[in-house]
T-cell receptor
Framework: SQKIEQNSEALNIQEGKTATLTCNYT??????LQWYRQDPGRGPVFLLL?????KEKRKERLKVTFDTTLKQSLFHITASQPADSATYLC???FGAGSYQLTFGKGTKLSVIP | KAGVTQTPRYLIKTRGQQVTLSCSPI?????VSWYQQTPGQGLQFLFE???????NKGNFPGRFSGRQFSNSRSEMNVSTLELGDSALYLC?????????????FGSGTRLTVV
């Protein structure tokens, strides 16, 4: 069955460094993948969408890559700040031809001043 | 413009009761999805509505149901509540069905079943 794994439940990094979060998927090939940020007690906030024919996408300090051979997406935050501390979720669609998203369990990022 | 509004924010119910949660999507958004979030299972898809029709349904028992009105507002209902139904219920809207759109989530309804 389809499976999504985010590399770790928690990641601590020093302010100013680049945070790299990993999302691996197995048993299917999503046509796109979305990344969300979630703060405690709040709903997720959409950050970026990357399509299968795009290798890389950027938005301000955020960068997402999509490697369909490795079945992996990497999410980078450069020059990280304490305000970037949150849980980050990757969300590919549920299956081929599906619009419905399925979410990974997320990585909780803590940026230490 | 106003975001996705979910009411109520918090709810405490007794096992066996039923509950109705409400979601008002962003104006102009016609697709509404519902998710259940728990610490152990993460975000799990419940169902999606588009133009008043349920388009997709997740792997939840029939006690979980929903509907969408002509103004795109949506409600979900859980009957015969169980302790395991305690969760954050999130509603998300998008302009229409389609993979090019990110979802806009509400802040959720925190349901506690005692």
């Amino acid at each position: 069955s389809q499976k999504i794994e985010q590399n770790s439940e928690a990641l601590n990094i020093q302010e100013g460094k680049t945070a790299t979060l990993t999302c691996n998927y197995t048993n299917y090939s999503p046509a796109y993948l979305q990344w969300y940020r979630q703060d405690p007690g709040r709903g997720p906030v959409f950050l970026l969408l990357i399509r299968e024919n795009e290798k890389e996408k950027r938005k301000e300090r955020l960068k997402v890559t999509f490697d369909t051979t490795l079945k992996q997406s990497l999410f980078h935050i450069t020059a990280s700040q304490p305000a970037d501390s949150a849980t980050y979720l990757c969300a590919p669609p549920f299956g081929a031809g599906s619009y419905q998203l399925t979410f990974g369990k997320g990585t909780k990022l803590s940026v230490i001043p | 413009k106003a975001g996705v509004t979910q009411t109520p924010r918090y709810l405490i119910k007794t096992r066996g009761q039923q509950v109705t949660l409400s979601c008002s999507p962003i104006s102009g958004h016609r697709s509404v999805s519902w998710y259940q979030q728990t610490p152990g299972q993460g975000l799990q898809f419940l169902f999606e509505y588009f133009s008043e029709t349920q388009r997709n349904k997740g792997n939840f028992p029939g006690r979980f149901s929903g509907r969408q009105f002509s103004n795109s507002r949506s409600e979900m209902n859980v009957s015969t509540l169980e302790l395991g139904d305690s969760a954050l219920y999130l509603c998300a809207s998008s302009p229409r069905q389609g993979r090019e759109y990110g979802y806009t989530f509400g802040s959720g309804t925190r349901l506690t079943v005692v």
